[in-house]
């Protein structure tokens, strides 16, 4: 059960973030919890962020900066979990925020269900400060996830496994479970894939834990470069493990094949080159074989599976190349 005030560390990875860094991590420091931990590590930043992050830590002591040589996200935030001292852990972005007092509401969520992990979701907020709510499939009253559930809606691709941002973590629940080092997409699906396979309790809400903002620079919109090859890796991975350990769920771990598939399609607009052209192929062919295995989880999914599956790819390339003026 959770403790009448037990201690939160928020974990924030942090490059190049001198811009962003200082909003988010006041906006936990405006949270009414007074057991706080803010660990916040620069990975190799090469701008202002390492002085910045300084000057802030000398006037709250909650706050503690840890600096090390670039890495990777996946290397800072294991080096946060290894410093993390609290009874509950929450990762953050450093170009986000917290909703305010959400805290406090998911601690009483945690403590009401006495659960695992409290999945919310997040506000959008655009470059011109417009904002929206998530539209996700999520029932508005909390949900239980209960053991294998977790791990099945995971496998069905269910908006709230897509990240470890948006959750509250019982410390236990994570343990020794650390990030693949060294990948740059989808590590931290795979990251909350490998803690939901412990036998856990998970509550999901339609509560707004982040304040999500979108840049251009995201992995959604920017070109295609070899990092987006790790989303095949990591459904790779996921598969080998569910051929291995639950068998009985082998056709949701080729679900999670072919939307690892498709979205390395939708990535591969703009990839030139022989090579591409093969791997291409290659999707296509993976999605066709595996299409009875295919859970849509959203309308966009749903499209472009139609189209690959009617061999209309080259189609649906030249149609998003359009809307995107190119």
């Not at 599976?305 to 190119?326: D, N, P």
Request: with cysteine; proline share 4%; glycine share 6%.
């Amino acid at each position: 059960m959770v403790g009448m005030n037990p201690k939160i560390s928020i974990l924030i990875p942090v490059y190049n973030g001198e811009a962003t860094i200082g909003r988010a991590v006041r906006s936990v420091l405006a949270q009414d919890e007074t057991d706080l931990e803010v660990i916040v590590v620069n990975d190799g930043s090469t701008d202002g962020t390492a002085a910045l992050l300084d000057e802030i830590a000398g006037e709250n002591p909650n706050v503690l900066p840890i600096h090390q040589k670039n890495g990777g996200v996946s290397k800072a935030r294991n080096t946060a979990l290894e410093h993390a001292t609290g009874e509950y852990l929450m990762f953050l972005d450093a170009d986000d925020e917290l909703a305010p007092g959400i805290l406090r509401k998911t601690l009483v969520l945690a403590k009401n269900h006495d659960c695992d992990i409290v999945a919310g979701t997040c506000i959008r907020i655009r470059p011109d400060g417009s904002s929206f709510l998530s539209d996700m499939p999520i029932a508005e009253v909390p949900t239980i996830w209960q053991g294998e559930e977790a791990l099945c809606a995971s496998l069905r691709d269910h908006p709230s496994t897509y990240a470890v941002w948006a959750k509250l973590y019982r410390r236990e629940a994570i343990g020794e479970t650390r990030f693949v080092e060294g990948k740059k997409l989808h590590e931290d699906s795979f990251f909350l894939f490998e803690i939901l396979q412990k036998d856990l309790k998970m509550v999901v809400t339609k509560l707004p834990i982040v304040h999500y903002h979108l840049t251009q620079s995201s992995a959604s919109r920017a070109a295609f470069s070899e990092k987006f090859l790790d989303m095949l890796y990591f459904a790779q991975r996921k598969l080998e493990i569910i051929e291995e350990k639950y068998p009985h769920l082998i056709p949701l771990g080729k679900n999670v094949l072919v939307k690892a598939n498709m979205a390395l399609l939708k990535t591969m607009w703009s990839a030139k080159g022989e090579a591409y052209k093969k791997l291409e192929k290659q999707c296509q062919k993976t999605i066709r074989e595996n299409g009875k295995y295919f859970i849509p989880a959203i309308k966009v999914d749903k499209i472009l599976f139609l189209f690959v599956r009617l061999h209309l790819f080259w189609l649906y390339k030249g149609i998003y190349r359009l809307l995107r003026g190119r």
